[in-house]
T-cell receptor, first 115, second 113 residues
Framework: AQKVTQAQTEISVVEKEDVTLDCVYE???????LFWYKQPPSGELVFLIR??????QNEISGRYSWNFQKSTSSFNFTITASQVVDSAVYFC????????????FGTGTRLQVFP | GAVVSQHPSWVICKSGTSVKIECRSL??????MFWYRQFPKQSLMLMAT?????????EQGVEKDKFLINHASLTLSTLTVTSAHPEDSSFYIC?????????FGPGTRLTVT
């Protein structure tokens, strides 16, 4: 069965600290996509990244970076030099495009960045 | 990027009444739309998958007679919460599917009094 686990419920850091949000997934399929979304207090989901199961290259986008490791079924997200505006709930999600294409979300990690 | 809108953004209704939420894909055609529900401080839970021109597929535990979904065109899906009760108060989010990527609407906050 598909499952996404975000073990960290809440993380608090001080501005400029680096922080890593963990995501572990379970799937029986060999073809799947992994996602990260940000949900600020306004509620609207903001797409951050999509990674397909055949691309294990790590990705960096500004202060954001992602580490995809199939061997450990993990897709961790690191924010470097965190800022107050990074405060939000972050969701990791999994989809199986050749199954139903629906997204299975993790429980989310609430990140609070203090000045 | 693709844009999805929802209307209304928030609504307050009395217990026993019905509420309709619209989800529109503004600059793309969405053969498939998804409806999620999110309770405070919880994750998004998929309620149903809506395919244009056919009946929606509901997730286990979701009452199809209570949450009526209509996907009449490639750019519009509607969710009607019938005979709403306070426990239906939640944040409802829709998404439109395009090339294996989902684009989310801003959400509708429903409060049933």
């Amino acid at each position: 069965a598909q499952k996404v686990t975000q073990a960290q419920t809440e993380i608090s850091v001080v501005e400029k600290e680096d922080v890593t949000l963990d995501c572990v997934y379970e799937t029986r399929d060999t073809t799947y996509y992994l996602f990260w979304y940000k949900q600020p207090p306004s509620g609207e989901l903001v797409f951050l990244i999509r990674r397909n199961s055949f691309d294990e290259q790590n990705e960096i986008s500004g202060r954001y970076s992602w580490n995809f490791q199939k061997s450990t079924s993990s897709f961790n997200f690191t924010i470097t030099a965190s800022q107050v505006v990074d405060s939000a709930v972050y969701f990791c999600a999994l989809s199986e495009p050749y199954n139903t294409d629906k997204l299975i979300f993790g429980t989310g990690t609430r990140l609070q960045v203090f000045p | 990027g693709a844009v999805v809108s929802q209307h209304p953004s928030w609504v307050i209704c009395k217990s026993g009444t019905s509420v309709k939420i619209e989800c529109r894909s503004l600059d793309f055609q969405a053969t498939t739309m998804f409806w999620y529900r999110q309770f405070p401080k919880q994750s998004l839970m998929l309620m149903a998958t809506s395919n244009e021109g056919s009946k929606a597929t509901y997730e286990q535990g979701v009452e199809k007679d209570k949450f009526l979904i209509n996907h009449a065109s490639l750019t519009l899906s509607t969710l009607t919460v019938t005979s709403a009760h306070p426990e239906d108060s939640s944040f409802y989010i829709c998404s439109g599917d395009s090339s294996y990527e989902q684009y989310f609407g801003p959400g509708t906050r429903l409060t049933v009094t």
